[in-house]
Structures are given as structure tokens and as C-alpha cells.
């Protein structure tokens, strides 16, 4: 890919997805208000999920948390979006944002997944869950401790192990 220069991978940057963010919310939740002072950031490397919205206790702020592996241009760009859209649903359901709560629970009979097909998103959900299911789990293994994730020491001399020759498990 053209996404390597002297060996180094030109990962996205903040700027870039704060960017994508604005696009999508004005492309698919233009009637969303935004009550609110929003961010949006790559954050830590979890294992287990991808992004996370949090509303501070005044309300005056909701923070946007994107997986910081997915800076990394590896990743296809779709599921960065799909990511942010995902919160931004949450955000426009009253979950992390001072807008009314419109269901007991975030993810109540997959109301994210529909409101994603309302917005004009959901040809991408299929794609994003194969991407999710076929290659993260390999990606984060290959990835992790090598674009700054918090110190695993012994996790790393693994991870370089199979960065130099990517093991399926
Ligand atoms: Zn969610």
C-alpha cells in the first residue's frame, strides 16, 4: 500500500477524524442538534471495542473515544466511519448526550443497527461486522505494543514476533 513511506506506516490523525466525524454528521444526522460541546479523539487500544461515547456530569461535554488502533491505514476507512457513526447514534438516542434518552438501554433490540439503515449507513454494517469478526482479533495480536499501546512487556516480544511473520490463530 502507499500507506508505507521508509518503513513507517502514515497513521490518521485526530485532525483527520474530527474531519470524517463532521462529515458524517452532517451527510446522515444533519437533525441531530448538537446540544453540546462534542470531541471526537483516537483513544487507547482496547481489545474489545472499538469506540465509546461519555458525557461529562454537568452535560457540558461529550467525549468520543475511537480505538487508537484504528489509525492505522491498515484498517479500511469504512469501519473507522462505522465507528463513529455508531456513537453518533448513541448521541442522537440520548446516551452520552443531554438529548432525551429514547430507549432503556443503548443497544435495545439492535436500535443502533436500524437507525444506521434509517441514515443510509447500513450497506456498510455486513461488511464492518465481517472486518470486525475475520481480522481484528489478528490485527490487534499484530499491532499492539508497537504504536505506543500501554507497556505489555511481555506481550510485545510476541507481537514483534508475529508482525514478522503474521500467524493465523
Ligand atoms: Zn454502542
Sequence with gaps: MSSQRHGLALLRTNDWLEELFDTIWANHFSDVERVNEVTIEFSRHWKTRLGLIRMSESQAHTYVGINGLLRHPDVPEFVVMLTAAHELCHY?????????QRYPHPHAG??????????GLGHLVDDYDAWVSDYWHDFYERHVGRVGSPARSKASAHTRAAAAAPARR
Design 92 to 100: 442522537a438516542h440520548g446516551f452520552g448526550s443531554p438529548l432525551p
Design 110 to 119: 439492535n436500535v443502533v443497527g436500524r437507525e444506521l439503515e434509517r441514515r
